[in-house]
């Protein structure tokens, strides 16, 4: 049903409706839930622990030699990645 003059649907409808979205599905869905999986929106009380949203640094590898300084370089790297500004020489 739909009410007032522009045909809008009613509350019932709405809700019918909702019950089909593509919640989480993808990136771009129109509805997303609070929750640390890909496609769902964080909290703002997150903490990225890993319980309620994801690691912070999950899915980076830090690599090389502790004894040297490819190691450092590696996680200078995933920090760029981040967003971090290397500016280290």
Do not use: C, W
């Not at 890993?50 to 300084?69: C, D, H, M, R, Y």
């Amino acid at each position: 049903m739909a009410d007032g003059k522009f045909g809008r649907p009613d509350a019932v409808t709405v809700r019918e409706l909702h019950t089909n979205a593509d919640t989480d599905i993808q990136p771009d869905s129109i509805h997303h839930t609070l929750g640390p999986g890909y496609n769902q929106a964080a909290s703002g009380q997150h903490n990225h622990d890993g319980a309620n949203s994801p690691l912070l640094l999950e899915g980076f590898t830090i690599s090389g030699s502790k004894g040297g300084n490819a190691a450092l370089a590696s996680a200078i790297a995933a920090l760029v990645k981040l967003g971090a500004t290397d500016s280290t020489t």
